[in-house]
Nanobody
Framework: QVQLVESGGGLVQAGGSLRLSCTTS????????MGWFRQVPGKEREFVAG???????????DSIDSVRGRFTISRDNAANTVDLQMNSLEPEDTAVYYC?????????????????WGQGTQVTVSP
């Protein structure tokens, strides 16, 4: 059974930092592009950052403009984990953050490309 479990969410003041972690099991982790998405009530799930890996090209990353320079995605293929380091957090970053896995070679921003999803972890940034 494939499982993705996020952790590290919480309440933080604007300007603070959080590190989200996603532990996976039941899949060949290195063969999946990993992504972080976020969602607020009433809005569509939004891609935040993703990372793919292959023997040929190594790691490739993508992130949306609003988080670039503040958020850093990383993955550890040996540990089957992907993290999202979030710095300089803003109230607009408040959302439920989801870890997801896609059986594709390159990072996609489309949620429908991702097959497996974690349960989500709440990130709340206060002004």
């Amino acid at each position: 059974q494939v499982q993705l479990v996020e952790s590290g969410g919480g309440l933080v003041q604007a300007g603070g930092s959080l590190r989200l972690s996603c532990t996976t099991s039941g899949l060949t982790f290195s063969r999946y592009t990993m992504g972080w998405f976020r969602q607020v009530p009433g809005k569509e799930r939004e891609f935040v950052a993703g990372m793919s890996w292959s023997w040929i090209s190594g790691r490739s990353t993508d992130s949306i403009d609003s988080v670039r320079g503040r958020f850093t995605i990383s993955r550890d293929n040996a540990a089957n984990t992907v993290d999202l380091q979030m710095n300089s957090l803003e109230p607009e970053d408040t959302a439920v953050y989801y870890c997801a896995a896609a059986p594709i070679n390159d990072v996609s921003r489309s949620a429908d490309q991702y097959t497996y999803w974690g349960q989500g972890t709440q990130v709340t940034v206060s002004p």
